[in-house]
């Protein structure tokens, strides 16, 4: 069985995030989704409130043709020691640009030198999505503006409430 990891703050997931997950889950038979807590980023949402976003993210693509088994997860841990734990092959991880893959090249040789057998694969981001980023998102949310198209449409009620 082959299974991969995506990782993330998902502070909230994007609709780039869930593009991400699908592309995913059309090639590995499991796609853990795990939020992990990134000490270095303020966040908005408690990390259960973010393992809600992304299950709710995730919820259509569950059982949908061609796709791998979506698990959503919630991790305090590193995340060479939760792949290790759940004998996963390959971690995701998207990027939308130049600086993003340099950064996340970096994570893939610290990662790889706690668990050597752990692959990193970084997925580009389409076009429709460069410009997406939590953080976006997150300014989006604080001024009141309209969520449609930057995050999932499963979530946009649960973000509203929070503007």
Known sequence: MRRALIPGSFDPPTAG???MIQRTAYLFDEVYVVVFDNSDKRKMFTAGERLKLITLACAPLAGKEGL??????????????YAAEHKIDAVIKGSRNASDFDYEYWLSIINRSFNPALET???????EYQHISSTVVRELIKYGKPLNGYVP?????????MQ
Do not use: N, Y
């Open 153 to 161: 449409d499963e979530i946009i009620d649960f973000l509203t409430r």
């Open 121 to 127: 694969l970084i997925m580009p981001a389409k076009a």
């Open 68 to 81: 791998g088994r979506i698990l959503p997860d919630l991790s305090e841990g590193m995340l060479s020691d």
């Open 17 to 19: 995030h869930l593009d």
